[in-house]
């Protein structure tokens, strides 16, 4: 079975610009979360989505959104982009109960 | 602040020897527990989980342990191998949300 996949792996944008990140997750897994790795914060949830709905969403600013379309692949978008929003952005996709969750490689993204 | 946190931010080992490396959680209706591994470059990497109603908990090599008396968690690995060299990260579910702690660079020499 593939693992999670994301795209790009490597972006550079700068200050002010937007970005959309991009996940398929794991073959039959209906829930996709997002999670923010920097040096300073560690690991951070962003939003999980379950069958296309946002079921659950972490400390973030409105301009950290997301969705899922109905084949489970999902999307983030970052707008108004800040120096802070250089990170690791990673995806994770599970079945959506109570068990673990998987992690793609993640897009490194770097804001000048 | 963290929910769950690690407590040594470095580990050194020698080839072979065991390597534990420790966790606390704060929130006691936590009910599940993942430990992976991440290396430079890539995503975090399952290694095993727990539930709370077990206080341990074994795969190839490694060893989970679980104290909810005191709230705290353990990832015991046998043998370690330079290839063990990696960050190590607790994390704690939350609903559906993952809380992770800041992590334990594992350092193996040979």
């Known amino acids: 079975k593939a693992g999670v996949t994301q795209t790009p792996r490597y972006l550079i944008k700068t200050r002010g610009q937007q970005v959309t990140l991009s996940c398929s997750p794991i073959s039959g897994h209906r829930s996709v979360s997002w999670y923010q790795q920097t040096p300073g914060q560690g690991l951070q949830f962003l939003f999980e989505?379950?069958?296309?709905?946002?079921?659950n969403k972490g400390n973030f600013p409105g301009r950290f959104s997301g969705r899922q379309f109905s084949n489970s692949r999902s999307e983030m978008n970052v707008s108004t982009l800040e120096l802070g929003d250089s990170a690791l952005y990673l995806c994770a996709s599970g079945t959506g109960g109570q068990e673990t969750q998987y992690f793609g490689p993640g897009t490194r993204l770097l804001v000048l | 602040g963290e929910s769950v946190g690690l407590h040594l931010p470095t580990l050194s080992v020698q080839e072979g020897d065991n390597s534990i490396i420790n966790c606390a959680y704060s929130?006691?209706?936590?009910?599940?527990f993942i430990w992976y591994k991440q290396e430079s470059g890539k995503g975090p990497q399952f290694i095993i989980d727990?539930?709370?109603?077990?206080d341990k908990r074994q795969g190839q090599r490694v060893t989970v342990l679980l104290n909810k008396t005191v709230k705290h968690l353990s990832l015991q690995i046998a043998a370690t191998q330079p290839g063990d060299s990696a960050v190590y990260f607790c994390a704690e579910k939350a609903g559906t949300a993952l809380i992770f702690g800041k992590g334990t660079t594992l350092s193996v020499s040979s």
């Open positions: 929130n006691s209706a936590s009910d599940y």
């Open positions: 989505y379950f069958s296309e709905t946002q079921r």
């Open positions: 727990i539930r709370s109603n077990m």
